[in-house]
């Protein structure tokens, strides 16, 4: 079905809307049962947002743990815009690449600045698997996709080599000239040694995370380091994951006005089916109940993922562009939400995905 009209869908401010999709593009925005065309799609009761965007993923199924179908993590989910968060490295690049041309989801990647990638979950435990060379030469080959660079900077991952990996990591960002996305959790390093070393642009995933090292002190006040950080524009992204959100520490961010940026999940097989991640519209459907408005929370995998990846028109529904759009609803019913410390919270309202537009395709989720 190529070209269709989504009637009767309501923007994030309540405007019913019917858009039109000729060719795989949004043909027109207009009044609510004024659109025309072949297929007519009632979506009474749904809203309707530019696709989601997921910027924390890991999208390579060979890898285990941290692997899974594009698309069970994309499309499936509502999410048109996946961002592979340093699966591959400078060797397997290339087969994410090939996989992400065949998906339905948009792939970006982070490139992992080991070698190995997640083939080992202590890449960085070895400086030798950092190949410089081959990081620059990969970011050269897919420019298309690469969007930064990732360093994965806690204990089990390093081990001895301390902060090296992510100062390596810094001269590879000056030499390639894209950002690095930093995942924090268990020291050492410490969190006070890392983060200064992350510029403007650079991307803070897990940062809501309820370990030891993270970046609330014993009083849920934010450390000194995030605040700093944030004042020289360093991006905060959640990465939820398996062990990475804590509604304390979300809790104490909110307190504290800690801008929310973009919310990404850290799916991958295992916390998509037995959680505690599931599906994006449930770590979304957290940040309802934190106390976030539906606008804030849409914002966080639309626009503010956008203009990141320096790609606006991936965060606006507008006549003209390919269409990526994501349909859902907001349902009025109790659910129990989990976090990664097994800490609970009781939600009345819930989001729920129903449907996407991909690259001007209607798929159902
Ligand atoms: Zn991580
Ligand atoms: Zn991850």
Request: glycine share 8%; with cysteine.
């Amino acid at each position: 079905m190529k070209d269709f009209v989504l009637r009767h869908v309501k923007r994030l401010n309540e405007e019913e809307i019917d858009i039109v999709i000729e060719d795989g593009k949004i043909a027109q925005v207009m009044k609510a049962g004024d659109g025309h065309g072949e297929h007519v799609i009632d979506c009474s009761g749904l809203y309707v947002s530019s696709g989601w965007i997921d910027l924390h993923v890991h999208a390579f199924p060979e890898f285990d743990p941290y692997g899974d179908e594009i698309d069970e993590i994309g499309v499936k989910q509502g999410v048109t815009t996946i961002v592979d968060a340093g699966s591959c490295g400078a060797d397997r690049i290339a087969d994410l690449a090939a996989s992400g041309e065949k998906a339905k989801t948009n792939v970006y990647a982070f490139l992992n600045i080991s070698c190995i990638g997640l083939e080992r979950v202590d890449e960085l435990s070895r400086l030798e698997w950092i190949d410089k060379g081959k990081v620059v030469q990969a970011v050269k080959e897919y420019k298309d996709i690469i969007v930064g660079l990732k360093a994965r900077i806690s204990k089990s991952v390093v081990c001895e080599n301390g902060i090296e990996p992510l100062r390596i990591a810094r001269a590879l960002s000056s030499e390639t000239d894209l950002p690095i996305m930093v995942h924090i959790g268990s020291g050492p390093p410490k969190i006070d040694d890392i983060i200064p070393l992350l510029e403007k642009g650079d991307v803070i995933t897990h940062y809501l995370n309820g370990k030891q090292n993270n970046l609330f002190d014993e009083h849920e006040n934010p450390r000194q380091v995030l605040k700093d950080a944030i004042k020289r524009g360093v991006h905060l992204d959640v990465g939820h994951g398996t062990a990475s959100f804590s509604f304390k520490v979300a809790e104490a961010a909110k307190r504290h006005h800690i801008a929310l940026n973009t919310i990404s999940t850290d799916i991958y097989r295992m916390n998509r089916l037995k959680g505690p991640v599931y599906s994006m519209a449930n770590v979304l459907t957290k940040f309802l109940s934190l106390g976030y408005s539906l606008e804030e929370v849409i914002a966080a995998v639309t626009i503010n993922a956008a203009n990141w990846l320096k790609k606006p028109e991936l965060g606006w529904i507008k006549a003209g562009d390919v269409a990526n759009l994501t349909l859902f609803a907001v349902e009025n019913e109790p659910i129990t939400l989990i976090d990664s410390d097994g800490e609970k919270r009781v939600s009345d309202q819930r989001i729920e995905t129903k449907g996407v537009v991909a690259n001007g395709e209607f798929i159902k989720c």
